[in-house]
C-alpha cells in the first residue's frame, strides 16, 4: 500500500510540467485550514476588495514567480512529516480558481501521496476547471465577503450570486466547507447582513465552521508602497466587544462559530 502512495498510478511525470504563478509561501501555518499547513499564496484574483491585504497578488502576473508545479510537490512532500493527520496543503491568493487548470495536475498528485488539500476563495470563479479542481480537493475555504448584494458589490466592486451559487454547489455535492467572514465595521457587521446569511446557510450540512476574520490594516504599507489609495483608511479595527456581538448572532444560526 505504501508504494502505491508515492508512484503515480494514472499520470506520468510529464503531468507536472504546468508552471503556476506563485507569489508566496507560509511554511507552518495554523489559520488557513486545520493543523499544520503549507500555505501556497497564488497570483491573480478577480475581486477588487477594499480591504485587500495582499494588493500585490491581485495583477494576474504582478512579481510573482512562475513555479513548476513539482517544485510544490516537492515542498510539500517534504514538509509532510509535520502535517501528522489534520495538516496538508492549503492554496490561497490572491484566487486559487484564477489559475485552476493549471493546478489540477498539481492536485492530482497531491491526492495520490496522501496529502490533505484545502482551497480558499471566493467562489466567483466558475467553469469546468474550477468545477474539477474543487472536487478534488478535501476542503474549501469559502470567502463570503457580504451576503447582502447590494453591499457586496460596493465591498469588493464584484457580484456574490456566484459565491451564493459555488456554496449550493458545495452542499450539493456533500464537499465539505468552511465559511469565512470579514468582519469590517461600517461595510460587513450590520446585524440584518450578519442574520440574513445565517438564515441561508442554517440549514447547510456540509458547511462545518463558520471563521470570523477581525478586519486589520497590516496592509496599508503595501499600497503605500505600490503608489495607490487605501479607500478604507478611515475604517478602524474591529473592537472586542464588536467582534464578541457578531459571533454571539453567528452563535445563533452555527454550532461552531470561531474569531480567526
Not at 12 to 33: A, C, K, P, Q, W
Not at 100 to 118: N, S
Not at 196 to 217: D, S, V
Not at 242 to 256: H, S, W
Request: negative net charge.
Amino acid at each position: 500500500m505504501a508504494l502505491r502512495l508515492v508512484q503515480p498510478v494514472n499520470y506520468n511525470h510529464h503531468t507536472l510540467t504546468r508552471m503556476i504563478r506563485v507569489h508566496s509561501y507560509e511554511s507552518m501555518g495554523t489559520f488557513d485550514g486545520p493543523g499544520l499547513r503549507l500555505v501556497v499564496f497564488l497570483q491573480g484574483c478577480n475581486f477588487r476588495c477594499l480591504y485587500c491585504a495582499n494588493p500585490d497578488t491581485i495583477d494576474p502576473k504582478g512579481e510573482s514567480k512562475e513555479t513548476p508545479a513539482e517544485n510544490i510537490l516537492q515542498m510539500a512532500m517534504s514538509q509532510k512529516p509535520f502535517f501528522g493527520k489534520k495538516g496538508g496543503v492549503t492554496f490561497s491568493g490572491g484566487e486559487p480558481t484564477f489559475q485552476a487548470k493549471e493546478l489540477i495536475p498539481l492536485f492530482k498528485r497531491l491526492k495520490e501521496v496522501g496529502i490533505h488539500i484545502c482551497v480558499d476563495t471566493n467562489g466567483s470563479i466558475w467553469n469546468e476547471d474550477v468545477k474539477e479542481l474543487l472536487t478534488l480537493a478535501d476542503l474549501i475555504l469559502l470567502d463570503v465577503k457580504q451576503f447582502n448584494a447590494e453591499r457586496h458589490k460596493q465591498l469588493t466592486e464584484r457580484s456574490n450570486e456566484q459565491t451564493l451559487q459555488t456554496a449550493a454547489w458545495l452542499e450539493g455535492c456533500n464537499k465539505p466547507f468552511w465559511l469565512r467572514y470579514v468582519l469590517v465595521p461600517g461595510y460587513s457587521s450590520a446585524e440584518e447582513d450578519i442574520r440574513a446569511l445565517g438564515e441561508h446557510f442554517k440549514e447547510y450540512k456540509m458547511l462545518q465552521r463558520i471563521e470570523i476574520l477581525p478586519y486589520h490594516t497590516l496592509g496599508v504599507h503595501k499600497y503605500e508602497a505600490m503608489g495607490k489609495e487605501y479607500k478604507l483608511a478611515g475604517v478602524k479595527e474591529n473592537t472586542p466587544e464588536q467582534l464578541d456581538a457578531a459571533k454571539a448572532l453567528f452563535d445563533e444560526y452555527f454550532p461552531v462559530v470561531y474569531i480567526n
